[in-house]
């Protein structure tokens, strides 16, 4: 219930082109900041710490269609 943050590790599989993910609170404005670079067909992931907004979600955007794999695995208050 206190959480601010999440650890979370973000995979990119199998995308249609170069691009991008960002990862940010859901109730903000989308920053201009990449949190994972991606090439096509190359599986790529990175391991970034997120704000969460108040409602406690986190919302992620891809540049290209992609297949998105997201782990939680730590939650910082």
């Not at 599989?13 to 670079?37: D, K, M, Q, Y």
């Not at 969460?52 to 730590?74: I, M, Q, R």
């Amino acid at each position: 219930a206190d959480a601010r943050s999440v650890v979370v590790n973000v995979t990119a599989v199998a995308p249609s082109g170069r691009g991008f993910i960002t990862v940010h609170p859901c109730a903000s404005e989308r920053p201009l900041v990449s949190a994972l670079n991606y090439v096509a067909a190359v599986t790529a992931s990175n391991e970034v710490i997120a704000q969460l907004d108040a409602g406690g979600a986190v919302c992620l955007y891809t540049s290209e269609a992609t297949h998105l794999v997201v782990d939680a695995t730590a939650v910082v208050t």
